[in-house]
């Protein structure tokens, strides 16, 4: 890389870690073939200032995608991390417990649940918060990983039948995206869950970003327009297909992938109709 290429990549905003990732990572996500910003796809050459890992065309992109992408923001782009729960979250989730997780017959409890297949919490809630809230280390942690997904899955459910008070959350939302695809390489994957993370990652990093469009347009935003953000979540969904096509999945995981990606996008789509007919 020359010193010419790299000034063109000046980031956002200073930064005292610009030069902390160096070797492979950095080589790769400046190959010219991927700098396109990681929202609307656009060519965009303003990297992220702290990881240099995403690129931006705007601040605008930039101020959308960066409260979500905080959680992976210089971390090993190969793995997968889910953010600590908040102070907010954990008082919710406190509060949900006791409501039903998924449809389970006879019906169980969230709390109930998360006992039945984390065996890390020993069956016990007062372990299974220090999880979910410590910081991430360095790598990924599988079990970690997995509760929290539960646990923003079962936020947003909570928001969306008026259980909490209702409030469009990126993570919160990605944890409903993000389950099924979870759940549809669990079986293929038994004993080896740090693989799954990994072979996962830029599939759910793709997710991410749809789900915060979807944020946005649900629940407003400044700078994106409704309209903008149905378009970018176009876009969104056909590069998750092309991440499922890129990563390191059996094929028939591929396949499931690629049809969970389509029937939500079509499941929102007939969303967005039935509001708009509400609304005329
Ligand atoms: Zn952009
Ligand atoms: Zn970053």
């Given at each position: 890389m020359s010193r010419t290429n790299l000034r063109r990549h000046e980031p956002l905003s200073g930064s005292s870690?610009?030069?902390?990732h160096r070797g492979l990572e950095r080589s790769r996500h400046l190959a010219?073939?991927?700098?396109?910003?990681?929202?609307?796809?656009?060519?965009?050459?303003?990297?992220?200032?702290?990881?240099?890992?995403i690129f931006f065309c705007s601040t605008r992109c930039q101020k959308l995608l960066g409260p979500t992408h905080k959680a992976l923001?210089?971390?090993?782009?190969?793995a997968f991390f889910f953010p600590p729960l908040s102070p907010a979250d954990v008082e919710a989730l406190e509060r949900i417990k006791d409501k039903p997780f998924g449809a389970h017959d006879p019906p169980v409890t969230f709390a109930q649940y998360l006992m039945r297949i984390a065996p890390v919490c020993f069956g016990r809630w007062e372990i299974f918060i220090p999880i979910v809230t410590a910081a991430n280390s360095g790598s990924s942690d599988a079990s970690r990983n997995e509760l929290r997904l539960y646990a923003y899955n079962h936020l947003h459910v909570a928001a969306d039948q008026g259980w909490t008070v209702k409030q469009e959350l990126p993570w919160h939302r990605f944890g409903t995206v993000a389950l099924p695809t979870y759940r549809a390489c669990v079986p293929e994957y038994q004993g080896r869950p740090h693989e799954l993370w990994r072979h996962l990652s830029y599939v759910l990093r793709q997710e991410l970003v749809y789900a915060t469009l979807r944020c946005a347009e649900l629940g407003g935003n400044a700078t994106f327009s409704k309209p903008e953000c149905v378009a970018q979540q176009a876009l969104a969904r056909r590069r998750v297909e092309e991440q499922v096509e890129k990563a390191e999945l059996p094929r028939a995981t591929k396949t499931a992938l690629v049809c969970l990606s389509r029937r939500r996008s079509e499941r929102n789509d007939a969303l967005r109709r039935q509001a708009e007919s509400f609304l005329r």
């Open positions: 870690v610009r030069t902390r010219p073939s991927i700098r396109l910003c990681t929202v609307c796809d656009k060519p965009g050459d303003q990297q992220c200032s702290a990881c240099r890992a923001c210089g971390r090993d782009s190969e």
